[in-house]
């Protein structure tokens, strides 16, 4: 029988990698927090100012690809060397 090597591998992203891809995922989160919502009292009235209001259509996308992209930083972020 042949005995197999068990070697001891890097992990594929540090700690600091897992922080930032926590920030990132709370961003984009608070993203769709300010996207959602909008009900209106009167469910049979239409109300176009809190449908389309700024913070929905400008600020939470703007917000969630802001979360996307320190997700890419934290991904591609090479992790520190361990001493």
């Known amino acids: ?3 197999q090597k068990h070697t001891q591998s890097a992990p594929l992203f540090g700690k600091e ?3 930032w891809m ?3 995922g709370v961003i984009v989160a608070l993203g769709f927090f300010l996207m959602s919502g ?3 009292p009167d469910p049979n009235v239409f109300d176009t100012n809190l ?3 700024t913070t ?3 600020v939470a996308p703007i917000v969630i690809v802001l ?3 320190v997700e890419i930083y934290a991904i591609f972020k090479k992790p520190k060397a361990a001493h």
């Open 22 to 24: 926590l920030i990132g």
């Open 1 to 3: 029988m042949t005995e």
């Open 56 to 58: 929905r259509i400008t």
């Open 67 to 69: 979360g996307l992209l």
């Open 38 to 40: 909008g009900k209106s």
């Open 51 to 53: 449908v389309y209001s």
């Open 17 to 19: 990698n897992l922080t």
